[in-house]
């Protein structure tokens, strides 16, 4: 009431002296302002202006600046963390291979581009946990607690997925070898090798995908015929299932869309590179395209597929439960296929993809933080999850270096074809300039 300072008194005091009430309204307050933090005011104005103006043209966003703050803050000694309290590593939720092997991707990509000391330091870490999950069958696990052991949980998933995660990063420390020091190729070259056996035997969908671009990263460098033998035979699992479910209206693997889509098209494309068998390049295209009708919207925006509800062939897509995991995994393969066929398509939707962290969304909101450089855990309906976690951070790094470099071509490449291609420019530039 007016005019009443003991009410005011005992409102403090109340507050001051109880911890989980004041913590409680602090987060209530940070939550409900997120909407007018200024990127999100200059997205509403920009969004105002343009329907305003009737403008035809789309708003151009601008690549943020490179930022491995929060990474940094995610990661001890051991490896990166699975979970964050808003900003705030939540050390409780323990470590999973499946970030950690995202996290060892997105380093190497980082160190090609920068040379940054830092990431060299956090590369080597990621990859000793991924060693660490490792068993003697070749096989890995999953979940680790805080205290370095592996959980029950283990023991009541499915843990393909992650395994073949696994593979791919290892593949990835090992085609990076003229650039990374030997004593790590070695130990992931090794790694990989008792991981072969397992490969041979998995039967997921995903799983399989997961694993034929760790194959052909390994390819890459060893060009070893086992290898190759079994990326063909993990394709023919794939393509087995493509015909057995693809018709005219719903060219694709599985009766539904689930999560990590178009890791299944970007296979098929990498197993097509290293086979030439063109039955592999007409599925990759045929599913992908098939993909991406339900992924992009009018206004050319994306719209991944729901966590909380996959759509079903023939059933209505649900909204929110959008995740950065989704729109990264869609850029990657989308820059596979723009520097496989070279249709500029992919390359313009690629770059709209990327919008979507920037605010190009259906609630017109960020879902990068440039303070922390960590990214929010998903779009809901009506809300962006504020919290930080492993996975949408390490996917948001991710798609930020594939992102730079294909704006950098499509910024410097008539140029550089003008000087004869003698005009260089490093990567470490590249990835740090801003491209409206």
């Not at 004041?22 to 933090?37: E, G, K, L, V």
């Not at 490179?66 to 309290?85: C, E, P, V």
């Not at 909380?308 to 869609?330: H, N, P």
Request: aromatic share 12%.
């Amino acid at each position: 009431d007016f005019n009443k300072p003991d009410q005011i008194a005992e409102a403090a005091i109340s507050i001051l002296s109880d911890d989980k009430l004041r913590q409680q309204m602090s987060q209530n307050a940070y939550y409900h302002t997120r909407n007018a933090i200024w990127q999100n005011v200059a997205v509403a104005y920009a969004q105002l202006f343009h329907r305003v103006t009737g403008s035809a043209a789309a708003l151009q966003y601008s690549l943020p600046p490179l930022n491995l703050a929060h990474i940094q803050k995610l990661t001890t000694s051991f490896g990166i963390i699975q979970f964050s309290d808003f900003g705030i590593p939540d050390l409780d939720s323990g470590y999973t291979l499946d970030d950690n092997a995202r996290a060892l991707i997105a380093m190497c990509m980082y160190y090609e581009a920068t040379r940054d000391p830092r990431s060299l330091k956090l590369l080597e870490a990621y990859l000793n946990f991924v060693i660490h999950c490792q068993q003697p069958d070749g096989n890995f696990l999953n979940y680790v607690d805080q205290h370095k052991h592996f959980t029950p949980q283990n023991q009541e998933v499915n843990l393909e997925d992650a395994a073949m995660r696994a593979v791919w990063a290892l593949g990835t420390v090992i085609s990076y070898h003229k650039l990374l020091p030997a004593r790590l190729v070695l130990k992931a070259k090794h790694s990989f090798r008792q991981s072969l056996e397992v490969v041979r035997t998995i039967d997921s969908p995903r799983a399989r995908a997961f694993a034929i671009k760790g194959l052909y990263c390994y390819d890459r460098v060893e060009q070893d015929l086992v290898v190759r033998q079994i990326l063909d035979d993990l394709a023919k699992g794939l393509l087995d299932k493509y015909n057995s479910v693809a018709t005219p209206e719903w060219r694709w693997f599985e009766e539904y869309l689930t999560y990590a889509n178009s890791v299944l098209s970007e296979a098929m494309l990498y197993a097509y590179l290293v086979t030439g068998k063109r039955e592999y390049r007409k599925t990759a295209k045929q599913s992908f395209d098939f993909l991406l009708r339900y992924l992009f919207l009018e206004d050319y925006r994306i719209k991944v597929i729901s966590n909380k509800g996959w759509l079903l062939k023939g059933a209505s897509r649900q909204d929110g439960g959008e995740q950065s995991i989704d729109v990264c995994y869609t850029i990657t393969a989308l820059s596979l296929f723009y520097e496989t066929t070279g249709k500029p398509a992919y390359r313009e939707k690629l770059n709209a993809a990327f919008s979507w962290y920037l605010g190009n969304n259906h609630l017109n909101q960020i879902i990068y933080n440039p303070v922390t450089g960590g990214c929010f855990d998903g779009l809901e309906e009506d809300h962006v999850n504020q919290n930080q976690g492993a996975e949408s951070t390490v996917c948001y790094l991710i798609a930020r270096l594939q992102v730079a470099l294909q704006q950098w071509e499509q910024t410097y490449t008539p140029y550089s074809i003008m000087v004869g291609r003698e005009y260089s420019i490093t990567r470490k530039n590249v990835v740090n300039q801003s491209v409206a």
